[in-house]
Structures are given as structure tokens and as C-alpha cells.
């Protein structure tokens, strides 16, 4: 039988009008524009307006990743979104997202934190080549701030909203999907969680009034391990694709942290023009950061037909993971 390749057709990004800038956060929490720069490299991030939910920001980056890739809505047989921020616990913001677009395909959620869009590659990939489906839309996308305590200086100065889309489809010539490589460490679910508003503690006034249904996160802890698994899922990626460094155009790291970004970039010894960074102008916005990023680098011409891009995300769970593709 003939290998069956994954194409990448599209991408499409969206994010909300509304910018909060570090100045803003100064009238909100006892913070500085100067600690928030030097700590983190973010300037400002995105807010969704009240009348939007999640499946709005999916649907209009979807919406452009289709317009894109040149197909018809029809032509899609399953939509994947990543997200922590969906509008329900459930059903899937996929299938809003699905009535949304009018689409009649299989659509469900994945939850890997910052990591969600390497996890959904690897889905939409393996989907594919097994030749289970042909058209797959994945999708990125966070409304960070719906679920951030708004008092706690710690979080609160991180975090954006947006989403990203991707469209794969099967191709019997093209291969732009070279690698993907995943990893997770549940041991370190107490780092980075939302404690309150699962089923294992259910939401009570106690837990409302706590503010346990916003994320909290152990930044220092979270910061070191996040270095060292991004760099080392690079790695795996590049040698899974059978890539050296010369190879790859551009980095486009997760967007959590300047400095993070910059000491993944120093670890694997790459060339800080080749790193791409729109931390400062969106903050952390999940697992949309990367989609986001590279749809960004494809539209300014960052990157042009036929560079390799080695993405890479590290978020909650914990998870990792890292892609080489072809643009
Ligand atoms: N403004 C001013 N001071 C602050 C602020 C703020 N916004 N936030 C914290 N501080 C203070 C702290 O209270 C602390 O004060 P202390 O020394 O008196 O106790 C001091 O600044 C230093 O705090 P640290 O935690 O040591 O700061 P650090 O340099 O580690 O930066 C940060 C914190 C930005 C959170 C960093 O650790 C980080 O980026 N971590 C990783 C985040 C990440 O990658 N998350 C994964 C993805 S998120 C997801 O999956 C949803």
C-alpha cells in the first residue's frame, strides 16, 4: 500500500482587539511595567471581549486557515480544537465550533495544556496516515483570562487570549509534517493546575470564595523544567525528521517567557535571528501560541514555501513536545 503523507493546506490566526497593557496591570495589582518586562518580555496581551467566547476566536481563525487552504467546509472530516479554556466542561468547544462553521464533522477536545497544539499534530498526523481520515482542522485556542485571578500578581501579568488553526490534509506526494515528539510527567500535575471546578473538587462557595477555580502555578519550578524538556524535545524532533540546525529556518518556541525562549535558544546553540518571538505583544497564550506564531511568520514572510519550522510548546500536566514541518 502507498505511504499516505500529511500536507499542511493552511493556517489562520485570531486574535481580540482588546489590548491590556503592563501599564494597565499597574492600576490593577502591585506591579511595574520595569518587573514585568525584565521577568517575563511581555509588554501586553489580548483580553476577549464578553460578548465572544472561545469557539469565536476558533471559528474566525478557522474561518482564514480554510480560506487558505482552498477547500470547502465540507471537505473537513474531523475538527480537533486543544484547549484548558473551553466555553463548556462539556460538550467539546469543537463541536460548537462545528455548528458554528456548519460542518458535519467529527469533533472533539484535547486537553494538554500549552502542549495541546504539538498534541494535536500528532492526532491530525496520525489520523491521516492511517488513512481513518483525509481533511483534518486543528485548533489552538485559549481565553486564559476567563480563568485567571485577576488580584494574584504572580499569574495575572502572564497570560492572553487567541487561537490558531491548522488545516492537514492527506497527500500521496507532499510531506510537511516531518516529525512530531510528545512527552508528559504527571508527577508534577501540582505545579501548574486549576484546583477547584473538576470532579474532584467540585465547585463550592468555600472554593469561590478560595478563588480555586483560577490557575495557580509554581512559576520557578515550572520555569527550570520547561527548559530543559523543550530543548530536549527540539532535539528528539530534529533527529526523529533526520533535521540538523542548518536545516530549520526558524525556532518558534512556546511563547510563555522571554527568558525562557531565549535560554532554550542558547541550549541548543541556535542563532538568535532563527528564534522567533511575539511574547511581548500577546503574552502566554497557551496552546495557541505557537499556531499563532507560525501563521504570523507565514503571513509576514518570515518564513517562505518550503522552510523547515521546528515548533515546540511545554505546559501543564506537565506535557511537552516538538514538530519539525514543512512550510
Ligand atoms: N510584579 C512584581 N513582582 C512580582 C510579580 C509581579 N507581577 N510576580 C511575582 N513577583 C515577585 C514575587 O512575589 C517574588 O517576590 P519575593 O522574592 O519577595 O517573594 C519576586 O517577584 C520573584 O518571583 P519569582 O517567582 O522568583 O520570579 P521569576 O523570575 O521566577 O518569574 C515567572 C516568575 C514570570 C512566573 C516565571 O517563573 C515563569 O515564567 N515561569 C514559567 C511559566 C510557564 O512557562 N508556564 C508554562 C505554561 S502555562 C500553562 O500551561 C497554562
Known amino acids: ?29 502591585d506591579t511595574s511595567d520595569q518587573w514585568i518586562t525584565e521577568r517575563t518580555g511581555i509588554k501586553e496581551r489580548r483580553i476577549i471581549d464578553k460578548s465572544q467566547n472561545l469557539s469565536d476566536l476558533a471559528f474566525e481563525a478557522s474561518k482564514k486557515a480554510i480560506e487558505k487552504s482552498k477547500i470547502s467546509i465540507s471537505d ?21 465550533l462545528q455548528k ?33 481520515y483525509k481533511t483534518v482542522l486543528l485548533v489552538g485556542g485559549e481565553v486564559l483570562t476567563r480563568i485567571t485571578d485577576w488580584t494574584d500578581r504572580n499569574t495575572c501579568v502572564l497570560f492572553g ?32 493546575n486549576i484546583p477547584a ?18 490557575i495557580k502555578m509554581s512559576g520557578k519550578e ?5 527548559v530543559v524538556k523543550m530543548t530536549e524535545a527540539t532535539q528528539k524532533a530534529l533527529e526523529i525528521a ?20 531565549e535560554a532554550v535558544g ?11 518571538v511575539n511574547v511581548h505583544k500577546y503574552g502566554n497564550m497557551s496552546s495557541a501560541t505557537t499556531i499563532i506564531a507560525l501563521d504570523e511568520a507565514i503571513t509576514s514572510g518570515t518564513v517562505k514555501k518550503g522552510d523547515l519550522v521546528n515548533i515546540m510548546a511545554f505546559g501543564g500536566g506537565l506535557t511537552w513536545g516538538a514538530a519539525v514541518l514543512k512550510i
Do not use: W
Open 161 to 192: 487570549d487567541g487561537a490558531g488553526a491548522m488545516v492537514l490534509q492527506a497527500s500521496e506526494t507532499e510531506n510537511d509534517v516531518l516529525s512530531v515528539h510528545l512527552g508528559a510527567d504527571g508527577t508534577y500535575t501540582n505545579l501548574l
Open 100 to 132: 458554528k462553521l456548519v460542518s458535519n464533522a467529527v469533533a472533539f477536545d484535547i486537553s494538554a495544556a500549552c502542549s495541546g497544539f504539538m498534541y494535536g499534530l500528532s492526532i491530525a498526523k496520525s489520523f491521516i496516515e492511517s488513512g481513518s
Open 266 to 276: 542558547k541550549r541548543l546553540g541556535v542563532a538568535k535571528e532563527k528564534v522567533y
Open 1 to 29: 500500500m502507498k505511504k499516505i503523507n500529511v500536507k499542511i493546506l493552511g493556517t489562520g490566526s485570531y486574535v481580540p482587539e482588546k489590548v491590556l497593557t503592563n501599564a494597565d496591570l499597574e492600576k490593577m495589582v
Open 222 to 226: 515550572v520555569f527550570k523544567i520547561a
Open 197 to 214: 471546578g473538576g470532579t474532584a473538587m467540585q465547585t463550592t462557595h468555600e472554593t469561590v470564595d478560595n478563588k480555586l477555580q483560577f
Open 242 to 261: 533526520g533535521k540538523k540546525d542548518e536545516d530549520i529556518a526558524l525556532y518558534i518556541p512556546h511563547q510563555a517567557n522571554l527568558r525562557i525562549i
Open 76 to 96: 473537513i472530516d474531523v475538527i480537533v480544537v486543544a484547549t484548558v479554556s473551553g466555553d463548556m466542561p462539556f460538550p467539546a468547544t469543537a463541536c460548537i
